[in-house]
């Protein structure tokens, strides 16, 4: 999926948001904005073909449950707590999570 009109390049950054215990699909989230690069991804047909490239970064749950975990976010920053939250719930890990996320509406 290449556009090349779009002023901020053709390319972007995703966030998982599905968990290791979906084994049957990756879930992405994205906010769908005005630019011609997401009008694209908006009106992309099932099945297509796109590129993409192997996850970077970790930015997983911790290895020690002892400790509760807050997670903060805002909009669509709450994508990767969706993916450690389902995957906690799942596997009933004993962890305290308190979640605050913020919209604007």
């Known amino acids: 999926m290449v556009t090349k009109d779009d002023a901020e390049g053709p390319t972007r950054s995703f966030t998982i948001a599905s968990s290791p215990s979906e084994k049957d699909f990756i879930l992405i989230s994205t906010r769908i904005r005005d630019t011609p690069f997401k009008k694209k991804l908006a009106g992309i047909d099932i099945g297509s073909t796109v590129n993409i490239t192997a996850p970077m970064g970790k930015f997983v749950l ?44």
Do not use: C, E, H, W
């Open 62 to 105: 911790p290895n020690d449950y002892s400790n509760p975990l807050v997670f903060l976010s805002g909009g669509i920053g709450v994508t990767p707590f969706r993916s450690m939250l389902k995957y906690a719930t799942d596997n009933q890990l004993p962890v305290k999570i308190l979640i605050f996320d913020s919209n604007r509406n």
